[in-house]
């Protein structure tokens, strides 16, 4: 019996219901969240940023650090990897490349956001989004770039904090309709927005 894909290992733990993922910014973190029988484990641009480089999370790493940081984390531990690609380092045809180097490296899903650069943190404000239209074309780059069905790509909006939560919905729904696997609308308010 072979043994499951990363991306199948996280679908698997997501179907049962809402799993807590929470983030390893390096190996040793995600040890220990292995450890304490967490399902999963997230790789956060935020945190990677500020823990392994002391750069603000502006979209400063580059591909080649994300991808070394995925592998040093799949390494050590059997946890699937949700690993914040930010922007996706370009247009469409990188975003492709970042899904190839990720899958290539272990991770188990790969997020996309659909800020512009340079992008901010999702909880601070003067943020600024692309197209929805661009971001959909790097969904179906990122979608069609994957070599296992069951990588997942993640779609992650921050119109919830440029717009409000009914652009947020907007945006995640046709996001799914092009091929994102799950979403992310980040910064929501409240009980009911979640809802």
Known sequence: MSTPSPGQKLR???SKGTIAVPGAFNALVGRM???MGFQ????SGAAFSAA????????????????????RLTRRTELPIIVDADTGFGEPINVARTVEELESAGAAAVQLEDQQLPKRCGHLSGKTLVSAEEMIAKIRAASSARSDASLVILARTDARGTDGIEAAIDRAKRYVDAGADWIFPEALANREEFQ
């Open 12 to 14: 698997d733990a997501a």
């Open 52 to 71: 392994s480089l002391a750069i603000p999370d502006i979209g400063l790493f580059t591909l080649s650090e994300l991808t070394e940081e995925t592998k």
């Open 33 to 35: 969240i292995e450890q």
């Open 40 to 43: 999963a484990a997230y790789l």
